[in-house]
C-alpha cells in the first residue's frame, strides 16, 4: 500500500481524525481522541506504527522481519512495518482494523456506541 491508499484506508474508519503530531513527517490517526496509527512521512524511516496486543506484538515480529518495534512507543504495545513493499497490502490492512478495534474496544461503551450509530 502506498501512503495515500494507507490514509483512506485509516480514514474510512468511524470517528477516526488525523493531525500532524511533532512536524508535518508524520501523520497520526486517532479515534476519540486515542491514537491507533502514526505514519512516517519521511523518505529515511517511512513507516506506519500501530498500537498491538502485546502477545501479537511478538508474534508479528517473530513472523515478519519487516516488523520491529516501535521505539517513539511502548515497545510492547507498538510495532512498526517498514514500509519498504515486502509488506502485503493483506497484512497492513488486517493490522490497521486490529490496532482500531483495540482502540474501540477501550473506549467506554457510551464511545463504542456512537462510533456505530448510522451518519
Known amino acids: 500500500m ?3 491508499e494507507i490514509r483512506d484506508y485509516c480514514l474510512a474508519k468511524p ?11 508524520a501523520l497520526v ?9 502514526l505514519l512516517d512521512l519521511s ?7 500501530l498500537k498491538c496486543d502485546p ?24 510495532n512498526t512495518i517498514i514500509m519498504d513493499g515486502s509488506v502485503s497490502d493483506q497484512l497492513v490492512r488486517q493490522w490497521i482494523d486490529h490496532s482500531y478495534d483495540l482502540v474501540v474496544q477501550s473506549l467506554p461503551k457510551a464511545r463504542r456506541e456512537k462510533l456505530q450509530e448510522p451518519g
Open 2 to 4: 502506498n501512503i495515500e
Open 15 to 25: 470517528g477516526v481524525t488525523e493531525g500532524f503530531p511533532f512536524n508535518d513527517t
Open 29 to 37: 490517526f486517532k479515534v476519540a481522541g486515542k491514537m491507533y496509527a
Open 43 to 49: 523518505e529515511e524511516s517511512r513507516g506506519l506504527s
Open 55 to 78: 502477545e501479537l506484538a511478538i508474534e508479528l515480529r517473530e513472523q515478519h522481519p519487516e516488523v520491529t518495534p516501535a521505539y517513539h512507543f511502548n515497545k510492547k504495545h507498538w
